[in-house]
């Protein structure tokens, strides 16, 4: 996963259930997802990515990883597919703005 070669600290990735679903923490999100969560060597959990079919993913971290500025590193990274919430698109194809995830 590149988010995980961006940022060192990351060495977990673990997929979360079994199929796609569509995502409790971005209702906006139309699409299903698979869930990645992701944590450091030592257990500590420092968020989810949502992955859709087309490849794009979106990083939804935890107090830990925006704390330790994972979710910074992140977004620097520009990985391509990876939205934030700048460039998230609503279903009209208009930008959805600086929503807030309520993370």
């Known amino acids: 996963m590149l988010i995980a070669q961006k940022d060192p600290r990351i060495t977990i990735a673990n997929i979360q259930g079994a199929r796609a679903h569509y995502s409790s923490k971005d209702r906006s999100d139309n699409e299903k997802v698979i869930t990645v969560g992701l944590a ?32 910074t590193n992140i977004a620097r990274a520009r990985i391509e597919g990876h939205m934030d919430d700048s460039e998230r698109q609503d279903p009209a194809g208009t930008s959805a703005g600086n929503q807030q995830d309520g993370q």
């Open 40 to 71: 450091t060597a030592s257990g500590t959990r420092i968020g989810s990515v949502h992955v859709h079919m087309d490849g794009s993913s979106k990083f939804f971290p935890s107090r830990a990883g925006r704390e330790g500025g994972y979710d």
